[in-house]
């Protein structure tokens, strides 16, 4: 009976609605795990949480958007947002503890409840954006540039996507906009727009860093996630 209890309180939690989840981020996983959801990778089995990591980077030392989304039973979703901004150079965050990625670059957070309209329109755009996988081996994604990942895992089954601008001019991402739409946090989404090559970007020097246009980081896609820094 005990176990039945456990078990039956395991897949209650996997499900819940999830509108007070601390982001993983503030937990002891660094930045570039997170954003390859190497813990939602770790967790995705059979009866567990259906969920969806959306990070959107728009320039890092500008802003970088998350979002996460918890898909329940009902068709509802819970939808996590968070939004570092004007955060500078961190080229090595870990978050040991719960507050050393927050501080001073404290992440805005916000959330909704999504309706069954609202998880059925959403999940539309993401399928006819390929977002679950897989991605395109090899694809480079550099922190002064604009690019879109998805991590997922959904009935048991992980997924892995990755959109680069200007290399696909953000071509195939459907979902942006209505991301978006459903952001609470009062800070503007900073947009695509037109760059020299990141390559022309490059500079480790305190005057380029000052322009914003540092090169500090640079993740490579596998071919079904992040390869190994």
Known sequence: ?????????????????DRNVDMPVVRSLNWFGYVGGDDIRAACTPGGRNRIRLVYNALWEEQVRTYEIFLQPDGTAGLNIGVLADQGDLTNILASS???????????????????????DLMGLLQASAAFGP???????????FWWTVASCRNGVWGFQAYH????????????????????VKIPVNRPRKLEPAEFRR???SKS????????????????GLQPR
């Open 209 to 224: 860093v000052q322009r914003g246009q540092g090169n500090h980081w640079m993740l490579v896609v596998g071919k079904d």
């Open 203 to 205: 500079g480790f020097d």
């Open 1 to 17: 009976m005990a176990l039945a209890a456990l078990t039956s309180a395991t897949d209650a939690f996997a499900q819940r609605a």
């Open 98 to 120: 719960g507050t050393d990625v927050l501080n001073p670059w404290r992440m805005k957070k916000g959330e909704r409840l999504l309706d069954a309209g609202e998880t059925r």
């Open 135 to 145: 991605p395109r081996d090899g694809l480079r994604l550099p922190d002064n540039d």
């Open 165 to 184: 601008y200007p290399t696909d001019g953000f071509a195939n991402v459907k979902f942006a906009e209505k991301l978006f739409a459903l952001d609470n």
